[in-house]
């Protein structure tokens, strides 16, 4: 932990910071996995598509400079290489060699359902260790979230 005037115990700020981490590692993960799906999109509606996807993705960048920044604020280092992320993200794997734009839907609504659960159940364990400022930002991240998937999940066909 680094020096700081932050007047949270060091225990919380510790607790916190690997929280924010491994969420920091999810957060770049997402933004990787709905990159590939704008990417490789295509077929009927790919313009829709596409464009929304980019969108999110840019969503899911906010919140990774987000969790970094507050990581930084509480006196710790923000661990977002690739390579960290890769090692350390709790998100599945995105499916390689999609095209339909309905199978990207699918896939990119689970990832931020899973991104989104794991932000709620990270405001219970930062309002349990006594961060109400980490809780209220992945609240914030939270609403985003849950905005995001339902977009993305209004393209989805009417079953």
Same mark, same amino acid.
């Given at each position: ?18 929280l ?33 996807f980019?969108?999110?993705?840019d ?8 969790? #970094?920044?507050?990581?930084? !604020?509480? $006196?710790? %280092?923000a661990?977002?290489? /690739?390579q960290? @992320?890769a ?10 060699g999609v ?6 839907v699918?896939?990119? #609504?689970?990832?931020?359902? !899973?991104? $989104?659960e %794991?932000?709620?159940?990270a /405001?219970?364990? @930062? ?12 609240t ?17 066909a009417?079953?």
């Open positions: 932990m680094h020096a700081t005037r932050n007047t949270l115990s060091p225990n919380i700020r510790a607790q916190s910071v690997e924010l981490n491994k969420h920091l590692a999810a957060a770049i993960d997402l933004h990787g996995q709905v990159k590939q799906a704008h990417w490789n999109v295509r077929g009927p509606g790919f313009i829709a598509v596409h464009t929304l980019d969108k999110v993705a969503e899911a960048e906010i919140y990774s400079d987000l969790i #970094a920044e507050r990581a930084r !604020a509480l $006196g710790g %280092s661990e977002g290489t /690739i960290t @992320a090692k350390r993200s709790f998100m599945l794997a995105y499916p390689l095209a339909d734009p309905a199978e990207h699918f896939a990119v #609504a689970g990832a931020l359902a !899973a991104f $989104g %794991s932000a709620r159940e /405001i219970n364990l @930062a309002t349990t260790a006594g961060d109400a400022d980490t809780a209220d930002l992945f914030q991240i939270s609403r985003g979230v849950d905005q995001q998937l339902w977009l993305v999940e209004s393209h989805e009417i079953q």
